[in-house]
């Protein structure tokens, strides 16, 4: 059970049809928070807001696409519209492709700085200006570990996830005076649709699992935890930070 309090808040979560952000729709949603679930597929959504309300929550499934702009306006009008507030923004959609970057079709590189980089740009451009309003706001940006070290064939994908570390701090500087705390957490390897090739064969997963030692892959539950103290004001005093959630991977 989950032990953070969002009572009464009003979250944002992208990218929150399966994986990571269901999880932190669900955890979310535990702690007391309204959760708008957005996805490129609204059914999807609707799913999870269903199950938001099996454990007695309240969510709302937005289709909205975070590589268009227009898609971002209009999540953040209906937010305010039907909540009159948005209290806790998570930028969780995100792609992985992989290639040598000779290799990689342009149209490739375009599409994961659109989802991973500018939709987080977006999304921040059009959801900061309400927290600033009500001087209050918890933004938590994914990273990944793909951020800090290098992984085969990623370039574009680790340079969108380097620049999510960067943006974090910069963000964190510029709006810690309107008392909008920005953090990132860096999840490690967590068992998603996102990497279910690189776990498919018994061979790729003891690959994966020898970078980790705490020698076990992580479950989306261990990013929804941290991003939920994160969104919490039990970490009022933290901004600026990416926390690393990886099992030990970096520290190796
Ligand atoms: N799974 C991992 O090992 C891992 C590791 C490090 C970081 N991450 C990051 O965690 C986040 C969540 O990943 P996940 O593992 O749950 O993967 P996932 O593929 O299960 O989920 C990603 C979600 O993003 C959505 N999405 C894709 N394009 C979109 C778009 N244009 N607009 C809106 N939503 C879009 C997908 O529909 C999907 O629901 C991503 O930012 C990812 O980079 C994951």
């Not at 209050?136 to 085969?152: D, H, M, Q, R, T």
Request: with cysteine.
């Amino acid at each position: 059970m989950n032990k953070y309090d969002l009572k009464g808040k009003i979250a944002i979560v992208t990218g929150a049809r399966r994986g990571i952000g269901r999880s932190i729709s669900l955890y979310f949603a535990q702690s007391g928070a309204k959760v708008v679930v957005t996805d490129i597929d609204k059914a999807d959504c609707q799913l999870v807001v269903d199950e938001i309300k099996k454990i007695g929550g309240e969510g709302l499934a937005l289709k909205v696409d975070v590589s268009l702009e227009s898609d971002i306006k209009d999540m953040v009008k209906t937010t305010l519209d039907k909540f009159g507030r948005i209290d806790i923004l998570v930028n969780n959609a995100g792609i992985f492709k992989t290639n040598d970057l000779g290799e990689m079709d342009t149209a490739v590189i375009d599409q994961i700085l659109a989802i991973n980089l500018r939709g987080t740009l977006l999304t921040c451009k059009y959801v900061i200006p309400s927290m600033k309003a009500q001087n209050y706001g918890k933004i938590i940006n994914l990273a990944s570990i793909a951020g800090f070290v290098s992984f085969e064939a990623a370039s574009v994908y680790c340079a969108t996830k380097g620049a999510i570390v960067n943006l974090t701090r910069q963000l964190a500087c510029d709006l810690g005076k309107n008392k909008i705390n920005v953090n990132a957490v860096a999840p490690g390897v967590i068992e998603t649709p996102m990497i279910s090739d690189l776990v498919a064969t018994e061979e790729g997963k003891n690959a994966l699992l020898n970078g980790i030692p705490y020698k076990r892959l992580g479950k989306p539950e261990d990013i929804a935890n941290a991003v939920t103290f994160l969104a919490s004001d039990d970490s009022d005093y933290i901004t600026g930070h990416t926390l690393l959630v990886d099992g030990g991977w970096i520290a190796q």
